[in-house]
């Protein structure tokens, strides 16, 4: 599903129907709806933009209206503005480029196509380093030059900011460019490998060791489908993840055909995570990893940012936009980090503070926040396991009368949120006014939710100082994004 592509309201350029082929008859699925296009119509289309997900948008010309208008504030719609106009998607393009495209799928107001030419390519098209790239969903952009990935990333987020945050283009500062660094492949400290339920061979019975079955593909979905796409080699990950990769392949399909599988009519997802000192496999099993002379302490499935590259790089940023002097020159001296996970922003900043205080939904990343401020020799760091709206409740930390939040001074108090994809709930933003620290340093996996949530801290009297994207995962459409918000006078 595509709920969260975006659109832009550009003028459709003229569209061409692709002349009709000699090719026999296909046969139309069953599910398929005819309207407004035939199953595997063609088009010569070209294109105006890509969605968040990493699709192009083109739009094509009606005869008649179409019937499904964009809702009212409603900007997770597709469809176009213009009744006459109907958005398709297509993979593995670039703005600006001609391409001819075949209609597989029709929803109620925008419709899938597969690429099938490239007529006139962008000069930023280059060959992906992967020969599965063109079909699996882990990366989107290998055909895009690392350069116009993040021109399009920054233009992406500004364009959120305005669209989905309701601000401005001169109420806030233009977005900084995507920073990212030279590891454009071969960086990614962990993935995970899904295989479908596995199919029992023929003839074979459960003997006392199980069920002798067959794995099919081993890797992640296909862009366009949920079907898997088998991956012996992910360009993206680490050099020693890829090692460990083919071993751990070959010893599951083994597993299976042995008949050892512990659940032999189910699929599974595999991890491999990449420490530093070896390829760990089973989630539960502690891992280290150091980051700018700390050290972290987790499990290996667990969350912990995947780029090792990248993440000193963004800890800093977190830490320089959290210790600036406030607009009236006073030291900042206390710090509460919401979504705190295993306390990588709180432990990577407490040196700079009197006092930092964490907060975290999960309590097994508590319990490793807590081990790693132990491990570093902090003692100016507390964590709690609580909802992040519990951060203001005098009660969270009671044992701890010199970390109670509601008696740090919110003058010199930033507040640092990490919100999963989604954002932060409207309670934990209606209790953040309440409160009103000083600053707020907003770290995103979702620039999306983050510029609706911009719109909530803007309307509470809050401006945005700086926004500044990530390139955290090169070729693909993630977007990592820290933007810090300061109290008005």
Same mark, same amino acid.
């Given at each position: 599903?595509?709920?969260?592509?975006?659109?832009?309201?550009?003028?459709?350029?003229?569209?061409?129907?692709?002349?009709?082929?000699?090719?026999?008859?296909?046969?139309?699925?069953?599910?398929?709806?005819?309207?407004?296009?035939?199953?595997?119509?063609?088009?010569?289309?070209?294109?105006?933009?890509?969605?968040?997900?990493?699709?192009?948008?083109?739009?094509?010309?009606?005869?008649?209206?179409?019937?499904?208008?964009?809702?009212?504030?409603?900007?997770?719609?597709?469809?176009?503005?213009?009744?006459?106009?109907?958005?398709?998607?297509?993979?593995?393009?670039?703005?600006?480029?001609?391409?001819?495209?075949?209609?597989?799928?029709?929803?109620?107001?925008?419709?899938?196509?597969?690429?099938?030419?490239?007529?006139?390519?962008?000069?930023?098209?280059?060959?992906?380093?992967?020969?599965?790239?063109?079909?699996?969903?882990?990366?989107?952009?290998?055909?895009?030059?690392?350069?116009?990935?993040?021109?399009?990333?920054?233009?992406?987020?500004?364009?959120?900011?305005?669209?989905?945050?309701?601000?401005?283009?001169?109420?806030?500062?233009?977005?900084?460019?995507?920073?990212?660094?030279?590891?454009?492949?071969?960086?990614?400290?962990?993935?995970?490998?899904?295989?479908?339920?596995?199919?029992?061979?023929?003839?074979?019975?459960?003997?006392?060791?199980?069920?002798?079955?067959?794995?099919?593909?081993?890797?992640?979905?296909?862009?366009?489908?949920?079907?898997?796409?088998?991956?012996?080699?992910?360009?993206?990950?680490?050099?020693?993840?890829?090692?460990?990769?083919?071993?751990?392949?070959?010893?599951?399909?083994?597993?299976?055909?042995?008949?050892?599988?512990?659940?032999?009519?189910?699929?599974?997802?595999?991890?491999?995570?990449?420490?530093?000192?070896? !390829?760990?496999?089973?989630?539960?099993?502690? !891992?280290?990893?150091?980051?700018?002379?700390?050290?972290?302490? #987790?499990?290996?499935?667990?969350? #912990?940012?995947?780029?090792? #590259?990248?993440?000193?790089?963004?800890?800093?940023? !977190?830490?320089?936009? $959290?210790?600036?002097?406030?607009?009236?020159?006073?030291?900042?001296?206390?710090?509460?980090?919401?979504?705190?996970?295993?306390?990588?922003?709180?432990?990577?900043?407490?040196?700079?503070?009197?006092?930092?205080?964490?907060?975290?939904?999960?309590?097994?990343?508590?319990?490793?926040?807590?081990?790693?401020?132990?491990?570093?020799?902090?003692?100016?760091?507390?964590?709690?396991?609580?909802? $992040?709206? $519990?951060?203001?409740?005098?009660?969270?930390?009671?044992?701890?009368?010199?970390?109670?939040?509601?008696?740090?001074?919110?003058?010199?108090?930033?507040?640092?949120?990490?919100?999963?994809?989604?954002?932060?709930?409207?309670?934990?933003?209606?209790?953040?006014?309440?409160?009103?620290?000083?600053?707020?340093?907003?770290?995103?996996?979702?620039?999306?939710?983050?510029?609706?949530?911009?719109?909530?801290?803007?309307?509470?009297?809050?401006?945005?100082?700086?926004?500044?994207?990530?390139?955290?995962?090169?070729?693909?459409?993630?977007?990592?994004?820290?933007?810090?918000?300061?109290?008005?006078?």
């Amino acid at each position: 599903e595509k709920s969260e592509a975006e659109e832009e309201n550009l003028e459709s350029p003229k569209v061409e129907v692709a002349e009709e082929s000699d090719q026999p008859a296909v046969k139309i699925p069953a599910k398929f709806k005819p309207y407004p296009f035939q199953y595997h119509q063609e088009f010569i289309v070209t294109i105006d933009s890509l969605t968040n997900l990493g699709f192009g948008i083109a739009r094509i010309d009606l005869d008649e209206p179409h019937d499904s208008p964009v809702a009212e504030g409603d900007d997770s719609n597709e469809a176009s503005n213009d009744p006459k106009k109907w958005v398709v998607f297509v993979p593995n393009v670039i703005p600006g480029e001609s391409a001819r495209i075949r209609i597989y799928r029709n929803y109620a107001t925008y419709s899938d196509a597969d690429l099938l030419e490239i007529i006139e390519a962008s000069p930023d098209r280059i060959e992906p380093k992967c020969d599965l790239a063109n079909i699996c969903g882990g990366c989107q952009y290998q055909h895009i030059t690392v350069d116009r990935q993040r021109q399009m990333k920054t233009i992406q987020v500004q364009e959120l900011f305005e669209r989905l945050g309701g601000l401005k283009a001169d109420e806030f500062p233009s977005v900084l460019p995507t920073l990212g660094t030279d590891e454009v492949f071969g960086y990614r400290s962990k993935i995970t490998p899904h295989y479908d339920a596995p199919l029992k061979k023929k003839g074979t019975k459960k003997n006392n060791q199980g069920i002798s079955c067959e794995i099919g593909p081993i890797g992640f979905k296909e862009k366009a489908s949920r079907r898997l796409v088998d991956v012996p080699y992910c360009y993206i990950a680490t050099p020693d993840i890829n090692e460990a990769l083919a071993r751990v392949r070959d010893e599951t399909r083994r597993t299976a055909r042995e008949g050892k599988l512990k659940k032999p009519t189910k699929g599974a997802t595999l991890l491999l995570r990449d420490a530093g000192d070896g !390829v760990e496999t089973d989630h539960n099993v502690y !891992v280290k990893t150091t980051v700018k002379d700390l050290v972290f302490r #987790f499990k290996a499935g667990n969350f #912990f940012q995947n780029n090792p #590259f990248m993440l000193p790089h963004m800890v800093d940023l !977190v830490v320089d936009a $959290a210790t600036i002097p406030s607009p009236s020159g006073k030291a900042m001296t206390h710090l509460i980090d919401c979504y705190c996970g295993s306390g990588l922003f709180a432990i990577g900043s407490s040196s700079s503070f009197e006092a930092c205080v964490g907060i975290e939904v999960n309590e097994m990343a508590v319990e490793e926040a807590r081990e790693n401020a132990a491990l570093n020799g902090i003692e100016n760091c507390a964590f709690v396991s609580a909802s $992040a709206e $519990a951060i203001f409740d005098p009660l969270t930390l009671e044992g701890r009368s010199d970390l109670i939040v509601g008696d740090f001074p919110r003058e010199t108090t930033v507040v640092v949120v990490d919100p999963p994809r989604k954002g932060c709930s409207v309670e934990f933003l209606e209790q953040l006014n309440e409160y009103k620290p000083q600053r707020v340093v907003y770290m995103s996996c979702d620039p999306a939710t983050q510029a609706r949530d911009a719109k909530y801290l803007v309307s509470y009297g809050y401006e945005i100082v700086s926004v500044q994207p990530f390139d955290l995962f090169p070729q693909t459409r993630h977007i990592e994004c820290l933007a810090t918000f300061e109290l008005k006078d």
